[in-house]
Nanobody
Framework: QVQLAESGGGLVQAGGSLRLSCVLS????????MGWFRQASGKERESVAA????????YYADSVKGRFAISSDNAKNTLYLQMNSLKPADTAVYYC??????????????????WGQGTQVTVSS
């Protein structure tokens, strides 16, 4: 059974940075395509970034391009999301997701089989 655990969220001022981490346990990390999603209060869950199983393909939502970076460390079974130049509009609960049935999950939540519990990111103006 795959388990995902996010960490690194918190309260930051606009313009600041945070790095989210997501540790995968229960299976071999390198066999999973991964993604980050977020859900703001009263809104639907939306894709933020995704990375293929090999790490060779990445996706970013237009709203975070040039500010966020997704990466992974297979040796540590960990997925990262480096978030720079944060804006109040980035305030949300951030979730990591994984799938072992595809080489690349992309931006669709339905492509992912496993989800973490989420970590809150709050950006103050």
């Amino acid at each position: 059974q795959v388990q995902l655990a996010e960490s690194g969220g918190g309260l930051v001022q606009a313009g600041g940075s945070l790095r989210l981490s997501c540790v995968l346990s229960g299976r071999t990390f390198g066999r999973h395509a991964m993604g980050w999603f977020r859900q703001a209060s009263g809104k639907e869950r939306e894709s933020v970034a995704a990375i293929s199983r090999s790490g060779g393909t990445t996706y970013y939502a237009d709203s975070v391009k040039g500010r966020f970076a997704i990466s992974s460390d297979n040796a540590k079974n960990t997925l990262y999301l480096q978030m720079n130049s944060l804006k109040p509009a980035d305030t949300a609960v951030y979730y990591c997701a994984a799938t072992s049935s595809r080489n690349y999950g992309g931006s669709s939540p339905g492509s992912y089989d496993y989800w973490g519990q989420g970590t809150q990111v709050t950006v103050s103006s």
